[in-house]
């Protein structure tokens, strides 16, 4: 039994660890690393707690090594999807019964495990499977992921937390039910912490949840659903779905307890499954709740009073570090005409030095892109605008080995071009130069040339020009940063969600978000009720 009023403290992040040479955890991750090249895992999907070998088997390529298979995984279909879903409802009743702070145990205690003992485990998972480079790994697999856990936990007692007032012989409360039915959790390949919170979110609230992972994401995201048995979660909350998102899509959306979506993923993907949504209202027991982050665009704006070395390092981070697959990576550039030459010639420099190739030799910036379908994608938009475009540095592309982009710099010379308004989620960027006696323009073509919200950031000395951008494009961006780079939110500082095209804006690891995998049910007792029915106005003169 427990009688307390738990409140958890406020988590401080997780510390990345810098894996400097001879540092214990660079031997550690170097032996794990060792020990993925050397396994060829096969992996299963996971159903009620036990593993389903489907013999529709897929390879787990290495992107930087395209002729390394780093083992297979078991594909989920149809009938997968419907066990699933029984799965899920049977351990429903049980896992929404325990006390929150049990479940808020769980997660906790996954938090610690990524943090501490299987770090080394799911970064190396992370690094080969989705080619990242260790930087990049530690902070998403192990630190972002520790913190949506720890964050999550918090947030959900502040939810809970948030109670009506009372009134005399009155006493009003608010309980916070899981939603009815099941939640659909569909995340991308690009960041491990965006599959682990799509899942857990929703869980931590006492939901049950089918889980599909992108299929080139499945190795880090198995060592989740390990840590999360190890963890002391129980068979059925969370499912394992590894497979063809088409199939499984059409398998929970058709079932009448379908209850959300917590989604992260493409524009066009996500708005298809919403349509699928809205056109199966009639047979869903609830409204289902949909929650979604999609497409973005990054923008970089540069005031002529901007710190030109602060914002250099600040745009070869953000829009070249993980090849540029990041939603919110800086993928276009506004630079003033006074200081475009000078400034331009010195970063295209930078990017054409920087060092690319595999991410298991520490010294490279950057890895190869997720997969050849992802490479083709991205190759087809740079010669798309070749003929337009005047190219500062790369360009290139080389699938012999690995699927290697060069770091690509262009200039445009139309401002909505498509290089300017389409995301291509890879390691381009694009830069129009503006004319600076005219900044109010200059703020709107970056407020309209693009239908994405997601990021974008604002370097000025000026607290004149800052005050100004930010008015200006105060619906630019779900996440605005000033003489920063538009990438790197970390949890429980920046909320991360954008709108417009980008997103519902539900913002990944806080109370409004975890309040969306809920249904209020308010409870009104009165300790004194009225004995009588007549009204005092009702008597007589």
Partial sequence: MNDSIYRPALPRNEVALG??????????LEAELGTVLASRIEIPCLIGGRSVWTGRKRPIIRPDERGTELGSYHAAGPAEAKTAIEAALAAKQEWEALPWEERAAVFRRAAELVSGSRRARIVAATMLGQCKTVGQAEIDSACEVADFFRFGAAAMAEAYADQPADAPAEWNRTSYRPLEGFVYAVSPFNFTALGANLAAAPALMGNVVLWKPASTSVLSNWVLMQIYEEAGLP??????????????????LAHPLFAGLHFTGSTA???????GIGEGLERYRSYPRIVGETGGKGF??????ADLEAARVAIIRGAYEYQGQKCSAASRLYVPKSTARAFLDGLAEEVRALPMGKVTDFRNFLGAVIDETA?????????????GGRFLAGGRGDSSEGFFIEPTLLVCAEPRCAAMSEEIFGPVLSVYIYDEGDIASALRLVDTTSPYALTGAVF????????????ALRHSAGNLYVNDKPTGAVV????FGGMRASGTNDKAGTAGNLLRWASACVVKENFDPPLAWRHPSMGED
């Fill in 19 to 28: 894996y400097a040479p001879g540092s214990p955890e660079r031997a550690a």
């Fill in 375 to 387: 490479f083709e994608a991205i190759m087809a938009r740079i010669e798309a605008v070749r003929p």
């Fill in 235 to 252: 068979p059925g909350v969370i499912n394992f779905l590894p497979g063809s998102g088409k199939e499984i899509s059409e398998v929970v």
């Fill in 300 to 305: 970089v704006f540069l005031h002529p009073s």
């Fill in 269 to 275: 993907v996500f708005r298809g499954l919403w349509k």
């Fill in 492 to 495: 429980g500082r920046q909320p």
């Fill in 460 to 471: 000025a000395r000026d607290r004149r020009d800052i005050a100004t951008s930010l008015l």
